[in-house]
């Protein structure tokens, strides 16, 4: 069925944060398992560990101002670990 | 700083601009560039040069999409730039995704401010987690970028990596208990203060010490204060002697048995040369000042206890020379420090001394302290 406009728009976001977790935050890159996973305690360190080093409320939950965050624009140097 | 910490194990590193995006004219890009380079310096011993062609230890890009390091840009917005920490080949680069609009201004994404950031990954930094450092990861085009400054984190992070900007050893002229502030920068009001070098250009005055540069203009009261390498960053610090030739809109810059050549902040290509070409004997190591006098149409060479004069008509040293300075300038002791002709009179600098010189009745007319100029 065609995804109405709220579940487009959550799944948009979803996508978003997992390329995120997974650019900025080395969250393993297993794309099937985000969204059903995404209450899972490893997505929701990810997602606490996202928002405490931006300055962030530390919720574990995409709440509003976490959403904002992701979509600016920002340097492609990974926040944690390694880069090469 | 980056897992394994690493940092270059040298303070001067080279740059070079590989390509430029069609956003900005060139000299825009250019001095975003050396402007980000000087944020870094300012708080470092570190020190930049430019390059032209080869490998430079940070080679700086603009690229789409796939560039050829496995880390593709993604189009307009999210991912800006980005750069690799210390090491050789591709590390210390930084690449800008030019599906951007890179702007002087924060109308797109300022490439000042993106450029600033990316340099501290090429310099070893990581991320901050501090909001109003320079290095936390989120672009904010809300900063003011006339009063841009880096954080205390920021600071820390790279003196950490690299300690803080040397104080001039023992130099006299900078008694330790009287180094200001931020160390490492002389003090205008320092009454020991000497020069390396003065020089007019374009009807101001510039007054060299160490990295840094006094720029004295006669419409205002107090002398800006920069370094040297924020105008021409291939120049030495700590040069020997500077001076204009009006006639060329040109300023000659010394140091060791070399010169260079600006016209304003552009460095003359060609240069530098041995100072040899303009006919000083070799054993000549160095020159302690000169000027150059636009009635006389002649340059003057100061070195040691003697001086050579050089004909600017015909572009060669004057037989008859060298001559003892006392000869011709009574009352000027060697060695000069540094010199510069205004107002009809040569102003000769030795340590914190100064000597008006009257050319025409060939003696020294007042003596003030070196500083006068800058508004003490």
């Not at chain 2, 401010?113 to 989120?138: C, D, I, K, N, W």
């Amino acid at each position: 069925y065609p995804l109405d406009r709220a579940a487009r728009n959550k799944e948009d976001s979803m996508e978003l944060v997992q390329q995120y977790l997974e650019n900025y935050y080395n969250l393993a890159k297993d794309t099937k398992q985000f969204v059903r996973r995404k209450d899972s305690s490893p997505v929701v360190k990810k997602i606490q560990e996202m928002q405490k080093f931006l300055g962030l409320e530390v919720t574990g939950k995409l709440d509003s101002d976490t959403l904002e965050v992701i979509r600016k624009p920002r340097c492609g140097i990974p926040d944690v670990g390694s880069f090469s | 700083t980056f897992p394994g910490m690493p940092k270059w194990r040298k303070t001067h590193l080279t740059y070079r601009i590989v390509n430029y995006t069609k956003d900005l004219p060139r000299d825009a890009v250019d001095s975003a560039i050396e402007k980000a380079l000087t944020v870094w310096e300012e708080v470092t011993p570190l020190t930049f040069s430019r390059i032209y062609e080869g490998e430079a230890d940070i080679m700086i890009i603009f690229a789409v999409r796939e560039h050829g390091d496995f880390l593709p840009f993604d189009g307009p917005g999210r991912v800006l730039a980005h750069a690799y920490p210390p090491g050789s080949g591709f590390y210390g680069d930084a690449h800008f995704d030019d599906d951007e609009q890179w702007t002087k201004d924060t109308s797109g994404i300022n490439l000042f401010l993106v450029a600033a950031h990316e340099l501290g990954h090429s310099l070893g930094l990581q991320h901050s987690t501090h909001r109003e450092a320079l290095m936390y990861p989120v672009y904010d085009p809300l900063t003011d970028l006339s009063r841009f400054r880096l954080s205390q984190d920021d600071v820390n992070g790279i003196q950490f990596l690299y300690g803080s900007p040397p104080v001039p050893p023992n130099d006299p002229a900078v008694p330790t208990e009287s180094v200001p502030p931020e160390a490492g920068t002389p003090a205008a009001c320092d009454p020991a203060l000497s020069f390396d070098a003065i020089s007019t250009l374009r009807g101001e005055i510039l007054f060299f010490k160490g990295r840094h540069f006094w720029r004295k203009s006669f419409r205002t009261l107090e002398p800006e204060f920069h370094l040297i390498s924020s105008f021409w960053p291939s120049l030495p610090s700590d040069i020997d002697a500077a001076y204009e030739v009006t006639s060329k809109d040109t300023v000659f810059i010394f140091k060791g048995n070399q010169f260079w050549a600006i016209r304003g902040n552009e460095m003359q290509a060609g240069y530098p040369r041995g100072i040899h070409t303009l006919g000083l004997p070799s054993t000549v190591r160095k020159i302690d000042a000169a000027f150059s006098d636009k009635e006389k149409k002649k340059t003057y060479f100061f070195v040691e206890d003697k001086y050579w004069r050089f004909d600017e008509k015909r572009q060669s040293m004057e037989p008859g020379f060298p001559k003892q300075i006392v000869e011709d300038f009574p009352g000027i002791e060697p060695e000069v420090d540094a010199v510069f002709p205004v107002f009809g009179f040569y102003y000769f600098f030795k340590g914190s001394s100064q000597f008006e010189f009257d050319p025409n009745a060939k003696k020294v007319t007042h003596v003030l302290k070196s500083n006068s100029w800058l508004n003490c």
